[in-house]
């Protein structure tokens, strides 16, 4: 999909270890909130076995190609660039269910949903006797457990449900349904490769790539909306309830019941840093979860904002003690450093929104 990094570029400068971190889904919080003051979130985790190097060489194309220039770092479209990417955004298909991309991993669900096709296939032809896919043993006891759990009514309420689900999907591009539908396993019948599919829906190959990410968040999507269905009960496991990391919203859930970072430090046996990562995190995906007056006092928030002017993304951080001697200076620079982050992703978001 490399061909689509160009629509996470703009005239002005972007750090590319950003953008490379963004769709391989490292989620530091220095990734996380460039990533939301680039508008480029929808990409996060689209392309998570990305190397360095294919990224870096995608660089030097663009380049060459005169399309980028580059600098400290930093990348950013020349008047080339800009034409290329309009015309590659009217050409090419545009995810539609980016902003879901916290819910689930794509290569997660579909294995088990193909599985689990295969398996129900099989079943509606008395066929017992076959060779499943090649699926981690964990997983293959996982659909069989799901499977005999619901073996009265499967064959006909599996394919009501992939049927509802390709419905759904045609109303968005009826291409997802296509996919969905030819890539699913079947009685004496495999899916379709992603070259396959390429070929049938008349993309490219990374279009067809893009589209199959969009099929399975979408099925992420409905079955979390399902509170009782046989997609949901496949796929429960994997599919999470808020857009932080499940490290994340166990610190949230803490910090919401009253305890303070240092106690969250001390009963979870993790670094205060870690800590305050995962606040800094709730803070770029939840804002509203926060209480902040347990985080930033008035006066500090005044401090603060008579320090930092202008856009957030432009601020530079000033730590009190210039050059830290002992423990405590660091740790006061440490604390200050968490003030001043959180303050500026949370202005960041009052712009972005």
Do not use: C
Request: proline content about 5%.
């Amino acid at each position: 999909m490399k061909s689509y990094f160009i629509e996470m570029l703009t005239d002005q400068p972007r750090r590319t270890a950003v953008l490379r971190n963004t769709v391989k889904n490292k989620r530091t919080v220095a990734t996380l909130f460039w990533a939301r003051e680039y508008g480029v979130l929808k990409w996060l985790g689209s392309n998570p076995r990305l190397t360095v190097n294919e990224f870096e060489q995608w660089l030097v194309q663009m380049r060459q190609a005169g399309l980028i220039k580059m600098n400290d770092q930093t990348a950013w479209l020349t008047p080339s660039g800009i034409a290329e990417k309009e015309k590659f955004i009217k050409t090419h298909y545009q995810p539609q269910f980016g902003k879901w991309s916290w819910l689930a991993r794509p290569d997660q669900l579909a294995p088990r949903v193909l599985l689990a096709t295969q398996a129900v296939s099989q079943y509606a032809h008395r066929q017992k006797h076959y060779v499943p896919l090649n699926l981690a043993p964990a997983e293959l006891y996982f659909v069989h457990r799901w499977f005999y759990e619901n073996r009265n009514q499967i064959v006909d309420d599996w394919a009501s449900e992939l049927q509802q689900a390709a419905t759904d999907l045609a109303r968005l591009d009826e291409r997802l349904a296509k996919l969905l539908v030819f890539s699913l396993p079947g009685y004496q019948t495999t899916g379709w490769t992603i070259d396959q599919a390429a070929q049938a829906l008349k993309v490219s190959v990374d279009e067809a790539m893009i589209m199959e990410r969009d099929v399975w968040l979408g099925i992420a999507y409905l079955a979390a909306r399902q509170s009782a269905s046989l997609l949901r009960s496949l796929l429960s496991d994997h599919l999470h309830e808020t857009p932080l990391s499940r490290s994340a919203a166990f610190t949230l859930r803490m910090f919401e019941q009253g305890f303070s970072l240092e106690q969250i430090s001390q009963r979870r046996h993790l670094k205060l840093g870690t800590i305050r990562e995962h606040i800094l995190e709730t803070a770029i995906f939840m804002p509203r979860s926060l209480m902040l007056d347990r985080l930033l006092t008035p006066t500090r928030i005044d401090q603060l904002a008579a320090q930092y002017h202008g856009k957030p993304a432009t601020w530079e951080f000033r730590p009190p003690i210039l050059e830290p001697q002992s423990p405590a200076d660091k740790l006061q620079n440490e604390q200050s450093f968490f003030e001043y982050r959180l303050f500026q992703i949370i202005k960041g978001g009052e712009r972005n929104g």
